[in-house]
């Protein structure tokens, strides 16, 4: 027996259900470790300008990247399902050890884009395991009248994790400037968090986590079915119980409800400072109301959904909210000139709308999978991750179709910014001069035809005399030659993508309005009643049978029903 969880390199189990005082640990470090491996995850998204720079990378190449590593945390999802017969709290701990060690040592000494791809891969597949055994980890130690606030500490997990990304970024993007000093500082946080959890976190033992559980007062009544239970029939055939509808469709609704979220974590910092000119660690500063508003209203509404005793009319009306707030923040695409403080209002009412309706889907979500085998709740969680894992990848291959601007812009704007910025008259000068004009100067400066033409095309464009038509073509001669080519070479194209990137990420965000309103058809097959009298009655009649078994039971040495 293993009643307190000794600390081993394998042996986690407790075969005694945990007081109070226990679970309550168990799940801190479980929210930490998630937080952390999230962290890991998304620390990317707040310095992609400067990684794309670093490495030379275009767009499309850094999007494949993104892709590449949510199909390997599709794969890993599938994976995971195996932590119904492995356990929980191994593929955590030792999953938050690798990815910490692959972010610290790994991503920042990156030779190369395709090693840097290759490395970010290996923590996104290490993330597809840990988002099924965390949330199974706190399934198994939140009975189902605590699910809501328990489901909305551990959605905590990805926003903490997110805001962690911002927060940190927006403080010290401008003291330190190298982007690999964020992937430091993310895994040398993962690596101090494993060092706690690995003499902390435990799990339960099969035979106890393989049951329903609806309140903490049944845990005598748990741990004298535990001694019954058939671990092993309750495991076969896994994946033929849980591939369903009732566990694919919500997966898939949830999937498309969250297009905003990860176009938030992948892509706010590259929209913000390219459609409306904000800096790095202003974006980020975004980042932080986005991801706060977030992680207060996931906990709030699962407390209140406990409270309640319902789950559903919650996820409905979060995501009512959510699909106006969407709507409200996709017109201001076309609005260049909307203020940093409205999009403070914006984002924040719309991150908490999003969350009222998450943290409780959740709950309702793990309770629909014990209905369909208790014994069977990471597998189920394994088909969820996978799903959401899926879609994701596949949104980011869409994405640069519907937004075919954001490739030049982000490819070459930069570099074009810093000469607008160096020479702000001179590039004004280059753009009143005809490109075939640009092109015979380029072959022959000397031609004395065009310089004639160049000459009075400025002065046409700009208004202004011959003599200041020659005094700016002579300060635009002495501009670089490399920073002129390369403003011939894609400034026209670049202006061109600037035009039309407003109206194409406006065209995305409608598409993730359309991901919002496909959720809510997918609410109805989730576990749970509408109504606040329905609940109680299930749960009145529930209890009445609990109190049948014991009484059947009789007196059982050794245990006594937990007080709390």
Not at 185 to 202: D, E, N, Y
Not at 204 to 231: F, H, K, Y
Request: glycine fraction near 8%; proline fraction near 5%; charged fraction near 15%.
């Amino acid at each position: 027996m293993n009643p307190a969880g000794e600390v081993g390199v394998w042996r986690r189990q407790l075969d005694r259900y945990p007081a109070s005082s226990a679970r309550y640990r168990y799940l801190t470090v479980v929210v930490l470790t998630t937080v952390v491996v999230y962290y890991q995850q998304y620390v990317g998204g707040a310095v992609s300008p400067s990684v794309l720079a670093f490495f030379g990378m275009s767009f499309r190449f850094y999007l494949g990247v993104v892709v590449v590593s949510n199909a390997a945390g599709s794969i890993a999802s599938l994976v995971a399902g195996l932590a119904d017969r492995w356990g929980r709290a191994n593929i955590t701990l030792y999953g938050l050890l690798a990815a910490s060690l692959t972010t610290t040592l790994g991503v920042p000494n990156a030779a190369g884009r395709f090693e840097y791809g290759a490395l970010v891969s290996v923590v996104g597949f290490i993330e597809g395991m840990v988002l099924v055994a965390t949330p199974a980890l706190v399934r198994d130690f939140s009975p189902q009248l605590g699910r809501g606030r328990a489901m909305g500490f551990w959605t905590l997990g990805p926003v903490l994790g997110s805001l962690l990304v911002s927060e940190v970024a927006s403080n010290t993007l401008p003291h330190l400037h190298a982007w690999q000093d964020q992937f430091h500082i993310a895994g040398l946080t993962g690596l101090g968090v494993f060092i706690l959890a690995f003499f902390t976190l435990r799990e339960l033992s099969p035979s106890l986590r393989d049951q329903l559980m609806v309140s903490i007062r049944e845990r005598a009544l748990l741990e004298a079915r535990a001694r019954g239970i058939d671990v092993r029939a309750a495991l076969e055939r896994p994946w033929r119980q849980m591939l369903g509808p009732q566990v694919l469709l919500p997966s898939l609704g949830v999937g498309v409800f969250l297009l905003i979220y990860y176009a938030a974590v992948g892509f706010f910092v590259i929209y913000f400072t390219s459609v409306f000119g904000f800096t790095q660690a202003q974006a980020n500063g975004l980042g932080n109301w986005f991801w706060a508003a977030d992680a207060v209203t996931v906990v709030v509404v699962g407390v209140l959904s406990d409270t309640v005793g319902v789950r559903k009319p919650f996820v409905v009306a979060g995501t009512a909210v959510a699909i106006v707030m969407t709507i409200v923040f996709g017109s201001r695409a076309t609005h260049p000139q909307t203020s940093y403080d409205t999009f403070i209002v914006i984002i924040s009412v719309l991150s908490a709308s999003r969350g009222f309706a998450y943290s409780p889907w959740m709950a309702a979500f793990t309770e629909t999978l014990e209905r369909r085998n208790p014994a069977l709740v990471a597998t189920g969680l394994a088909v969820w991750g996978w799903v959401l894992r899926a879609v994701v990848a596949i949104s980011f291959l869409v994405i640069p179709y519907v937004v075919a601007s954001v490739s030049p812009v982000v490819n070459y704007g930069p570099r074009l910014l810093a000469i607008e910025t160096t020479y702000p008259e001179q590039v004004q000068t280059l753009r009143q001069i005809d490109p075939a004009t640009l092109a015979t100067l380029r072959a022959n400066p000397s031609d004395t035809a065009a310089i004639a033409e160049a000459l009075h095309e400025i002065e046409v464009e700009g208004g202004v005399s011959s003599s200041s038509a020659v005094a700016r073509l002579v300060a635009l001669s002495k501009v670089p030659k490399a920073d002129r080519a390369y403003l011939q070479a894609h400034g026209a194209e670049v202006l061109t993508a600037r035009a039309e990137a407003p109206a194409q990420w406006r065209r995305w965000w409608w598409v993730c309005v359309g991901g919002q309103i496909a959720f809510l058809p997918t609410v109805f097959l989730l576990a749970g009643r509408w109504r606040r009298s329905a609940a109680k009655a299930d749960l009145e009649a529930h209890r009445v049978a609990v109190e049948a078994e014991l009484a059947r039971m009789g007196p059982t040495p050794g245990l006594a029903a937990s007080p709390g």
